[in-house]
């Protein structure tokens, strides 16, 4: 492994098993996960393909295959985007009153847009949340309740 900046935390190893979330920083996971890196080490790629998460990350060799992301990115990718969407569609409407295809053009773009945009980082973010928070497999010690 070369001399890169990995902001690992402490080897969970390392810590006392009575750590809360063995010593897992969460705004530092869900920050990797957005960005589409390992929420261990933030320096492997979480993902293989546009949704598809790794088994495991190349730099560190945790484990990814535990996540269970679901719909959970879906659920919030059509929240964020009805919520920015439709305010502005309403604001756009009122201020400029352009003809119903443009109006449905321009929003159906930016809707498809934003929503692609958003699903794989919102996908990272649970992966990551899920590591945090030790669900579904990631706890080093076993104590998962599933």
Not at 97 to 126: D, H, N, Q
Request: proline share 8%; aromatic share 8%.
């Amino acid at each position: 492994m070369t001399d890169q900046s990995i902001d690992m935390a402490p080897l969970e190893r390392d810590l006392p098993e009575d750590a809360p979330y063995g010593g897992r920083e969460l705004g530092r996971a869900l920050r990797n996960g957005w960005r589409r890196r390992c929420p261990a080490c933030g320096a492997g790629p979480l993902m293989k393909s546009y949704l598809k998460v790794n088994d495991e990350c190349a730099v560190c060799e945790q484990e990814l295959h535990h996540h269970r992301a679901d719909d959970g990115p879906a659920y919030l990718t059509i929240l964020i985007v009805g919520h920015l969407m439709a305010p502005l569609l309403l604001i756009v409407f009122e201020t400029f009153r352009p003809e119903p295809l443009v109006l449905f053009t321009i929003f159906a773009i930016g809707c498809v847009g934003l929503s692609l945009y958003l699903l794989p980082r919102l996908k990272g973010a649970v992966v990551g949340f899920q590591w945090a928070r030790m669900m579904h497999g990631f706890d080093p010690h076993g104590r998962d309740e599933d």
